[in-house]
Nanobody
Framework: QVQLVESGGGLVQAGGSLRLSCAAS????????MGWYRQAPGKQRELVAT???????NYADSVKGRFTISRDNAKNAMYLQMNSLKPEDTAVYYC????????????WGQGIQVTVSS
C-alpha cells in the first residue's frame, strides 16, 4: 500500500520560510517522479514543482526563484523549501507521485495547510 505523508506546514508571516517534507512508503521511490501541488480555497489544484528520479526539476512560474524541490532517495523523502513566502502561497499542499519508471500512477498525500499572513 502506497502512503505519502506530508509534514512541516503551518502559519508564517509574509517573507518567511517553511520546509515541507513528504515521506513515501510502499513505492519504489528512487525510480518515482514526485511533485508538489497546492489548492487554495475556491481554486483548482495546481502544480507547484516536480522532480524526476534523476533529479530534474520543474517549477510553476509563480514559485520560481523562491521554492526549491529536492529529494533524498536513501530516506524515501521529498522536500519543498519555500522562501520569501507571500499571502498568495496560502493553500493546502499535496505530495504526489505520478510515474514509476515508465508506468503512470496517481498517488496523493492527505495534504497539509500552509498559511502566510500579511
Amino acid at each position: 500500500q502506497v502512503q505519502l505523508v506530508e509534514s512541516g506546514g503551518g502559519l508564517v508571516q509574509a517573507g518567511g520560510s517553511l520546509r515541507l517534507s513528504c515521506a513515501a512508503s510502499g513505492v519504489a521511490f528512487s525510480v518515482t517522479r514526485m511533485g508538489w501541488y497546492r489548492q487554495a480555497p475556491g481554486k483548482q489544484r495546481e502544480l507547484v514543482a516536480t522532480i524526476t528520479s534523476g533529479g530534474t526539476t520543474n517549477y510553476a512560474d509563480s514559485v520560481k526563484g523562491r521554492f526549491t524541490i529536492s529529494r533524498d532517495n536513501a530516506k524515501n523523502a521529498m522536500y519543498l523549501q519555500m522562501n520569501s513566502l507571500k499571502p498568495e502561497d496560502t493553500a493546502v499542499y499535496y505530495c504526489n507521485a505520478d510515474r514509476v519508471l515508465f508506468r503512470s500512477v496517481d498517488y496523493w498525500g492527505q495534504g497539509i495547510q500552509v498559511t502566510v499572513s500579511s
